[in-house]
């Protein structure tokens, strides 16, 4: 990159940064202004993903090039995929203690930590894609988020979304609320627990290991992200029944953490150039997931014999009607969870009318041409 480009970038990302709110701003004499501006700074990166598995696994791969391609290299991080340096449900952990720098994960696997994370990655029949971007950066989400994750020295932001995903995948028909009833199925966070009040029996697993479980009968049903990732593990060639749409997680943010102390010892411009990275990669991950699942649910199909089914409409309303109790008690755990299903929610109440005669009433309009 020539040294003018690479000067435009830093100052836009500076100008960029100042002129968002400003919750990870340091006092005037804070170890940022100490930092030598000539230092190199070597950082790990863990990540609950495959490394370099599509999508996922991409997003911080691409955060660490272009991040020391904007700095002349002088901050480097290393990416680690799921159980190299830390297993993947273990990123948050190990982003607090300061084992690794910076993690790459979903705030939703944090719930036994700090409950109201999980209205960062998704919300049952909460927020698409769009949305959540929309909340976290304009909406005040994000400096809520960093307000939850202060007390464990982390600084969260938004690094990636996978659009809205898929029901998933099961070994037989869902006819009925009848026949969730008794299901051994993966389904993390939120959509987790509403799908274990209606009868299932519900677990995490890293997504390195769902495989393996479905194809051996451990579980009956498995949701992971969308047609590009499934394909990718080849869930289709475990279960024959492909459903959608992905209710519980209409438009999952994947989250970047950095350690705080980490973050506030780097020079300012570094800091800039970080935080601007992340939100690149945000959006990328996003045309990626977009550019690629068509194309990947369409080799599903045509390579196989996978049934591509709707979830039933009273399914869908049952699931909505527990989403909503469930996700009204989350508010209930602690103030610091009221104070944001607050937010999310009157955000969500306001989207969801201007939607309505936009990007909905244009879908509903639109059609393939003859
Ligand atoms: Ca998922």
Redesign the pocket.
């Known amino acids: 990159m020539n040294k003018i480009i690479k000067t435009i970038l830093v100052m836009t990302a500076i100008t960029f940064i100042s002129s968002c709110s400003k919750p990870t701003e340091t006092p005037a004499t804070s170890a940022a202004d100490k930092a030598n501006p000539q230092q190199t700074y070597h950082w790990k990166l863990v990540t609950s993903w495959p490394k370099n598995f599509p999508g996922l696994g991409v997003a911080p791969e691409r955060l660490a090039s272009w991040v020391k391609e904007m700095s002349g290299g002088r901050l480097q991080i290393k990416v680690y995929g799921a159980g190299e340096l830390v297993p993947a449900l273990e990123v948050f952990d190990a982003v607090s203690r300061g084992t690794a720098e910076m993690g790459h994960s979903g705030a939703y696997y944090w719930k036994g930590k700090a409950p109201g994370a999980q209205f960062f990655s998704?919300v049952p029949f909460g927020l698409n894609a769009q949305e959540m971007n929309a909340w976290l950066h304009y909406g005040g989400g994000l400096q809520l988020w960093q307000e939850v994750y202060e007390p464990f020295g982390i600084i969260p932001l938004a690094g990636g979304n996978?659009g809205v995903?898929m029901a998933g995948w099961f070994n037989k028909e869902i006819n009925s609320v009848e026949d969730i009833k008794g299901l051994k199925m993966r389904?993390?966070g939120l959509g987790g627990e509403v799908m274990t009040r209606l009868g299932a029996l519900t677990e995490n697993l890293p997504g390195g290991e769902i495989f393996t479980a479905l194809q051996t009968g451990r579980i009956d049903a498995t949701?992971?992200?969308g047609p590009y990732n499934d394909l990718a593990f080849g869930l289709n060639k475990a279960a024959k029944f492909y459903y959608y749409p992905?209710w519980?997680?209409p438009g999952?943010t994947m989250e970047l953490t950095v350690n705080k102390k980490a973050f506030e010892a780097l020079p300012k411009d570094l800091q800039a150039i970080l935080t601007v990275a992340a939100r690149a990669v945000n959006q990328d991950m996003l045309d990626e997931y977009t550019a690629k699942n068509n194309a990947a649910l369409k080799q599903l199909i045509e390579n196989g014999d996978v049934k591509l089914r709707p979830l039933p409409a009273d399914v869908l309303e049952k699931l909505q009607e527990v989403s909503d109790q469930v996700v009204l008690e989350l508010s209930e755990v602690n103030p610091n969870a009221k104070k944001i299903y607050q937010s999310f929610n009157e955000f969500r109440s306001n989207v969801i009318d201007y939607h309505k005669i936009s990007e909905q009433s244009y879908i509903n309009a639109r059609r393939t041409p003859e």
């Open positions: 998704s996978s995903q389904i993390p949701e992971w992200v992905g519980h997680e999952t």
